[in-house]
């Protein structure tokens, strides 16, 4: 067991770290760590190995990356490692895709990550990485050469949720703290053999710059230059936890926000704040980051249209479409296709017709769950009740140019409630036997039968009765951009 028993007092860095480590993951039934066979990740395996708390938990996962010829005589290294010390070993070979767009360094983590976490739970599982002090000063200054802002100068934290396409699982990096010095004392202390990756030495790579050449430069004046670098990411961290609260409590107001941004919400906060809400919502709501010339170009879009009638401005992204209608700001992944449900309205009541809604509680338009609760309404389908015994031949479909409806009133109603012109085409309706009954949210777009006209006790006409079947705003986005077309 690592303690002041058996190490130097020069080595309590590693006791300190072992038991917060054991505190952090102490409900995780799997601890996989990431073994490289180099120095960090080798003290990170022994160290971890040492205590009682994670008997049973552990395995070590080698990603074998194939770019050195001495790859495959790492993996049997680390396999004898891992043997003697009684863990559990699985090695993993990537398949290299072109690297030409993202550069070997970028698709090398994009794919190891993917492999590490490939399977993983959230709920069960942690990954171990054995990211050390030097690691964190050397993001520190990847990071400030890109320009990055407070997150990015944050650099990596001691534990975080990691998701990628393959899984999800609790990032942890326990050596954080401990500088690279210690580690080499570490190793030796214990005997400890671990293997080198020549292309570590290739400053071609910008991190490999850096430790080869930049810290050692700044070293030269600034002997603690690591921890120093160190102590600004906390720094960063503690002022990216305010910056978020700041951007939390701004986004919460803010109605609609699941599906836009709405800057006319925020005319309250100055283009800081405004900018920094926004921020938070992509991430948020879309894992996405802007550059600096994407809020400029937003900033530069809502002067234009306090100044402009025109409305249609967007941008294109890897990730999807800018788009702002009505300074609301819509990032828009995929595109929309023609599409046509069955419904399938169970719970409807046929025998009682409520005078302004029906008790609906869990309709399904093919998968598409969806009810009645107030204060989610998007918008409804009004329905004459006469209708009701023929909804089992009843399908939503988006609306077409052939549908005899009031289109003058549609216009309208799609101006007044600020519809997105690119929504408009796609927009959901009901139909049966090819006539449309209800457009979902414009009452008055379809005629009413004039045999539904009945006589009122007293002389006068009036209407029989309509039924409202409600859906939310995230249901009825997701029957427009959702389906699968037809």
Known sequence: ????????????????????????????????????????????????????????????????????????????????????????????????????????????????????????????????????????????????????????????????????????????RPLLPIPYSKLKAYAEHFHLIWVEDPSNTLTRYRRNAIRQEVLPALSAYWPEVDKTLARTAEHMSEASVLLNRMAEQAVAKMKGGAFYFDFEQLTHLDWLEQKNALRYWLLQSFALTLSTRHYQWIKEVLSQQAESRNSAFSYRLQQGELRFYNKRLYLLKNKSLPYLFKVDFNGICLEKYPHLALGFHQGILKGYPFSVVAEKTYYDWQIEASWLPRMSCMVVRNISKEDAINRKKLKSFFQKNKIPAWERPFWPVLSCDGVVVAVLGCFSCVKTSENLMVEERGGGRNIQPTVLLSVSQQECSRIMNGSNGI
């Open 1 to 172: 067991m690592v303690s002041p028993s058996n190490c130097p007092e020069s080595l309590t860095y590693f006791s300190d770290a072992l038991n917060v480590f054991i505190h952090q993951t102490a409900h995780f039934s799997q601890i996989c760590v990431a073994y490289s066979g180099g120095l960090d990740s080798t003290v990170l395996l022994h160290l971890l190995s040492q205590s009682p708390h994670l008997k049973g938990r552990l395995i070590a996962h080698h990603i074998h990356h194939d770019l050195q010829e001495n790859a495959s005589e790492w993996v049997k290294h680390c396999e004898a490692f891992c043997l003697s010390l009684n863990i559990p070993f699985k090695s993993t070979k990537l398949q290299w895709p072109s690297v030409k767009r993202e550069g070997m360094e970028s698709v090398a983590r994009r794919l190891r990550y993917q492999a590490l976490t490939k399977g993983c739970c959230l709920d069960t599982d942690a990954l171990v990485t054995g990211h050390h002090q030097r690691d964190q000063a050397e993001t520190v200054l990847l990071n400030l050469a890109r320009g990055a802002g407070v997150s990015g100068l944050a650099a990596m934290p001691m534990i975080k949720e990691l998701s990628t396409i393959t899984g999800s699982v609790q990032h942890c």
